[in-house]
């Protein structure tokens, strides 16, 4: 499962870049960069990719070096390294917040898909 994510990296990166294009060229042919719900949209998008950047970062490559698997650290490819013990792993899993991540990245592209649709500023 730690390996599948580094493999999507590249199709998230690509969706993204798609997604942002897509986006502003529909904007323009829609004359709608004047409307505020556009930029919330914008600003969103963004703010959550952040986030999820800063979540995977901060949660996910720590668990990747307790379960002796290489890592990220300060943008660097670290080797791998010894496993710690199975208490320790267990209350780094026990510390993730996938609620939370579920809840951020449905629930802002909900408010997003409700903005496009409604158009309310």
């Known amino acids: 499962m730690f390996d599948m994510s580094g ?24 004359n709608w960069w004047s409307m505020g719900w556009t930029w919330a949209s914008l600003a969103l998008s963004l703010g959550i990719t952040i986030w ?10 720590p668990m990747r070096k307790a ?23 267990q209350a780094l899993v026990a510390k993730t917040r996938p609620w939370e991540i579920l809840l951020v990245s449905y629930g802002g592209f909900v408010v997003i898909l409700w903005l496009m649709m409604f158009k309310p500023f």
């Open 7 to 30: 493999y999507m990296w590249l199709v998230m990166i690509l969706s993204l870049l798609v997604l942002l294009i897509v986006g502003v060229v529909i904007s323009f042919m829609g």
């Open 52 to 61: 999820m950047f800063v979540i995977g970062q901060g949660t996910y490559h």
């Open 67 to 89: 379960f002796g698997l290489p890592y990220m650290q300060k943008g660097k490819e670290m080797p791998s390294e010894e496993p710690v013990s199975e208490e320790e792993r």
